[in-house]
Protein backbone atom coordinates (compact mmCIF):
# COMPACT_ATOMS: atom_id res chain seq x y z
CA UNK A 1 0.00 0.00 0.00
CA UNK A 2 1.54 3.32 -1.13
CA UNK A 3 0.20 7.07 -0.40
CA UNK A 4 3.03 8.71 -2.29
CA UNK A 5 4.08 12.33 -1.00
CA UNK A 6 6.32 15.04 -1.83
CA UNK A 7 7.44 17.95 0.16
CA UNK A 8 7.84 19.84 -3.17
CA UNK A 9 4.60 19.41 -4.31
CA UNK A 10 0.95 20.42 -3.31
CA UNK A 11 0.12 18.25 0.17
CA UNK A 12 -2.79 16.19 0.73
CA UNK A 13 -4.03 15.09 4.67
CA UNK A 14 -3.07 11.68 5.49
CA UNK A 15 -5.52 8.59 4.94
CA UNK A 16 -7.47 9.73 2.09
CA UNK A 17 -9.12 6.13 1.76
CA UNK A 18 -10.42 3.68 3.94
CA UNK A 19 -10.31 0.12 3.51
CA UNK A 20 -12.87 -2.61 4.37
CA UNK A 21 -14.48 -6.06 3.36
CA UNK A 22 -17.12 -7.01 1.22
CA UNK A 23 -18.72 -9.93 1.84
CA UNK A 24 -20.43 -10.13 -1.50
CA UNK A 25 -17.47 -9.81 -3.64
CA UNK A 26 -15.64 -11.71 -0.91
CA UNK A 27 -12.47 -9.18 -1.26
CA UNK A 28 -11.36 -5.84 0.41
CA UNK A 29 -12.39 -2.82 -1.12
CA UNK A 30 -10.01 0.47 -0.33
CA UNK A 31 -12.15 3.17 -1.43
CA UNK A 32 -10.26 6.21 -2.70
CA UNK A 33 -11.74 10.00 -1.45
CA UNK A 34 -11.31 12.85 -2.52
CA UNK A 35 -7.27 14.04 -2.81
CA UNK A 36 -6.01 10.62 -2.40
CA UNK A 37 -3.60 8.20 -4.56
CA UNK A 38 -3.48 4.42 -3.69
CA UNK A 39 -1.46 2.06 -5.67
CA UNK A 40 -1.09 -1.93 -5.15
CA UNK A 41 0.37 -5.14 -6.70
CA UNK A 42 -0.54 -8.70 -6.55
CA UNK A 43 -3.35 -7.77 -4.27
CA UNK A 44 -7.07 -9.38 -4.09
CA UNK A 45 -8.96 -6.29 -4.00
CA UNK A 46 -10.53 -3.89 -5.62
CA UNK A 47 -10.68 0.06 -5.70
CA UNK A 48 -13.33 2.05 -5.50
CA UNK A 49 -14.51 5.90 -5.40
CA UNK A 50 -17.39 8.23 -5.94
CA UNK A 51 -16.95 11.11 -8.56
CA UNK A 52 -19.01 14.69 -8.85
CA UNK A 53 -16.52 16.85 -10.34
CA UNK A 54 -13.56 15.45 -9.45
CA UNK A 55 -11.36 12.88 -12.09
CA UNK A 56 -10.23 9.38 -11.20
CA UNK A 57 -7.19 7.87 -13.43
CA UNK A 58 -7.29 4.25 -13.31
CA UNK A 59 -3.87 3.06 -14.57
CA UNK A 60 -2.56 -0.53 -14.57
CA UNK A 61 0.45 -2.29 -15.48
CA UNK A 62 -0.80 -5.70 -17.21
CA UNK A 63 2.17 -7.46 -17.37
CA UNK A 64 3.34 -6.95 -13.82
CA UNK A 65 -0.48 -6.56 -12.27
CA UNK A 66 0.64 -3.59 -10.35
CA UNK A 67 -2.55 -0.79 -10.37
CA UNK A 68 -4.19 2.42 -8.75
CA UNK A 69 -6.72 4.73 -8.54
CA UNK A 70 -6.04 8.79 -8.18
CA UNK A 71 -9.10 11.07 -7.35
CA UNK A 72 -8.31 14.49 -8.14
CA UNK A 73 -9.89 18.67 -8.16
CA UNK A 74 -8.00 21.27 -9.93
CA UNK A 75 -8.26 24.29 -7.46
CA UNK A 76 -9.10 27.45 -8.77
CA UNK A 77 -9.11 30.63 -6.92
CA UNK A 78 -11.97 32.71 -8.54
CA UNK A 79 -14.20 32.58 -11.18
CA UNK A 80 -11.98 35.05 -13.04
CA UNK A 81 -9.96 32.34 -12.93
CA UNK A 82 -11.67 29.13 -13.52
CA UNK A 83 -13.02 31.04 -16.76
CA UNK A 84 -9.75 31.55 -18.51
CA UNK A 85 -7.89 28.75 -17.44
CA UNK A 86 -6.81 26.46 -20.46
CA UNK A 87 -5.47 22.52 -20.07
CA UNK A 88 -2.02 24.22 -21.61
CA UNK A 89 -1.14 26.14 -18.61
CA UNK A 90 0.62 23.64 -17.03
CA UNK A 91 2.27 26.02 -14.99
CA UNK A 92 -0.87 27.72 -13.11
CA UNK A 93 -1.72 26.56 -9.45
CA UNK A 94 -4.78 24.21 -10.89
CA UNK A 95 -2.40 22.05 -13.28
CA UNK A 96 0.17 21.81 -10.90
CA UNK A 97 -2.38 19.81 -8.53
CA UNK A 98 -3.73 17.44 -11.60
CA UNK A 99 -0.21 16.82 -12.44
CA UNK A 100 0.87 16.32 -9.26
CA UNK A 101 -2.25 13.61 -8.56
CA UNK A 102 -1.17 11.74 -11.89
CA UNK A 103 2.68 11.78 -11.08
CA UNK A 104 2.03 10.59 -7.48
CA UNK A 105 0.05 7.51 -9.11
CA UNK A 106 2.31 6.49 -11.58
CA UNK A 107 5.43 7.27 -9.69
CA UNK A 108 4.47 4.91 -7.18
CA UNK A 109 3.46 1.80 -9.56
CA UNK A 110 6.78 2.70 -10.98
CA UNK A 111 8.42 1.96 -7.35
CA UNK A 112 6.69 -1.14 -7.03
CA UNK A 113 8.30 -2.47 -10.62
CA UNK A 114 5.65 -1.35 -12.80
CA UNK A 115 6.99 -0.30 -16.60
CA UNK A 116 6.00 2.86 -17.70
CA UNK A 117 5.86 1.73 -21.49
CA UNK A 118 3.05 -0.77 -20.58
CA UNK A 119 0.56 1.38 -18.60
CA UNK A 120 -3.19 1.52 -19.35
CA UNK A 121 -5.29 4.25 -18.35
CA UNK A 122 -9.27 4.34 -17.98
CA UNK A 123 -10.80 7.65 -16.68
CA UNK A 124 -13.68 8.39 -15.13
CA UNK A 125 -15.85 11.48 -13.78
CA UNK A 126 -15.84 15.42 -14.29
CA UNK A 127 -19.58 15.70 -14.35
CA UNK A 128 -21.34 19.42 -14.73
CA UNK A 129 -22.31 19.34 -11.28
CA UNK A 130 -24.72 22.46 -9.55
CA UNK A 131 -23.17 25.72 -8.67
CA UNK A 132 -19.73 26.75 -9.16
CA UNK A 133 -18.77 23.09 -9.48
CA UNK A 134 -20.26 23.06 -12.86
CA UNK A 135 -17.55 24.72 -15.09
CA UNK A 136 -15.13 22.79 -12.56
CA UNK A 137 -15.91 19.47 -13.98
CA UNK A 138 -15.57 20.41 -17.19
CA UNK A 139 -11.96 22.37 -16.40
CA UNK A 140 -11.00 18.68 -14.76
CA UNK A 141 -11.94 16.92 -18.07
CA UNK A 142 -9.77 18.79 -19.94
CA UNK A 143 -7.08 18.84 -18.04
CA UNK A 144 -7.08 14.79 -18.09
CA UNK A 145 -7.56 14.39 -21.76
CA UNK A 146 -4.25 17.36 -22.23
CA UNK A 147 -2.35 15.61 -19.97
CA UNK A 148 -2.45 11.58 -21.21
CA UNK A 149 -2.36 13.29 -24.68
CA UNK A 150 0.94 15.26 -23.56
CA UNK A 151 2.09 12.34 -21.52
CA UNK A 152 1.45 9.80 -24.41
CA UNK A 153 -0.57 7.71 -22.40
CA UNK A 154 -2.61 4.80 -23.63
CA UNK A 155 -6.13 5.09 -23.04
CA UNK A 156 -8.40 2.44 -23.30
CA UNK A 157 -11.89 3.67 -22.03
CA UNK A 158 -13.06 6.77 -20.67
CA UNK A 159 -16.45 7.79 -18.99
CA UNK A 160 -16.03 11.81 -18.36
CA UNK A 161 -18.59 14.74 -18.24
CA UNK A 162 -22.28 14.63 -18.34
CA UNK A 163 -24.61 15.31 -15.75
CA UNK A 164 -24.34 12.93 -13.37
CA UNK A 165 -22.22 11.54 -10.98
CA UNK A 166 -20.82 8.21 -10.52
CA UNK A 167 -19.25 5.28 -8.64
CA UNK A 168 -16.32 3.74 -9.86
CA UNK A 169 -15.14 0.52 -9.01
CA UNK A 170 -11.15 -0.74 -10.27
CA UNK A 171 -9.75 -3.87 -10.14
CA UNK A 172 -5.74 -3.35 -10.46
CA UNK A 173 -4.35 -6.43 -11.41
CA UNK A 174 -7.26 -7.17 -14.34
CA UNK A 175 -7.69 -3.68 -15.64
CA UNK A 176 -11.68 -4.03 -15.39
CA UNK A 177 -13.72 -0.76 -14.18
CA UNK A 178 -17.43 -1.36 -13.06
CA UNK A 179 -19.39 1.89 -13.04
CA UNK A 180 -22.44 2.82 -12.19
CA UNK A 181 -24.33 6.57 -12.21
CA UNK A 182 -25.40 8.12 -9.17
CA UNK A 183 -28.87 10.10 -9.66
CA UNK A 184 -28.89 13.65 -7.96
CA UNK A 185 -31.22 12.36 -4.98
CA UNK A 186 -28.40 10.35 -3.74
CA UNK A 187 -25.20 13.35 -4.40
CA UNK A 188 -25.25 15.44 -0.88
CA UNK A 189 -22.57 13.04 0.63
CA UNK A 190 -20.64 13.23 -2.42
CA UNK A 191 -20.90 17.08 -2.95
CA UNK A 192 -19.99 17.67 0.87
CA UNK A 193 -16.86 15.68 -0.05
CA UNK A 194 -15.89 17.37 -2.88
CA UNK A 195 -16.43 20.81 -1.24
CA UNK A 196 -14.72 20.37 1.62
CA UNK A 197 -11.94 19.23 -0.97
CA UNK A 198 -12.39 22.36 -3.01
CA UNK A 199 -12.00 24.40 0.49
CA UNK A 200 -9.11 22.77 1.08
CA UNK A 201 -7.41 23.26 -2.03
CA UNK A 202 -8.23 27.06 -2.13
CA UNK A 203 -6.48 27.51 0.84
CA UNK A 204 -3.32 25.37 -0.32
CA UNK A 205 -3.01 27.27 -3.73
CA UNK A 206 -2.44 30.22 -1.68
CA UNK A 207 0.77 28.98 0.35
CA UNK A 208 3.97 28.56 -1.60
CA UNK A 209 4.95 25.73 -4.15
CA UNK A 210 -24.17 -3.64 -9.25
CA UNK A 211 -27.35 -2.13 -10.81
CA UNK A 212 -26.76 -0.31 -13.93
CA UNK A 213 -23.36 -0.76 -13.81
CA UNK A 214 -20.94 -0.70 -16.67
CA UNK A 215 -18.20 -2.72 -17.48
CA UNK A 216 -14.91 -0.33 -18.91
Known amino acids: ?29 VKVLPGGVYCTSKEDELIATGL ?15 GGMNHFLLPFDNKSQLKSWNPEEVISTASRYGSYAMEMLINAMIERGAQRS ?22 NVAFILNYVKQEGLD ?5 LGGLEPRKVMFDPCTGKAWL ?21 LDRESHRPHDDDVELF
Not at 118 to 139: C, D, Y
Not at 155 to 159: I, L, P
Not at 180 to 200: D, G, M, S
Open 118 to 139: SLQVKLFGGAQMLGRSSMVGEK
Open 1 to 29: MIEARSSAAPKYENQHFNRFYHPTKDKHI
Open 155 to 159: VVAQD
Open 52 to 66: GSCVAACVWDCHEHI
Open 180 to 200: KRIPFTEVHLLQNQEEKYARQ
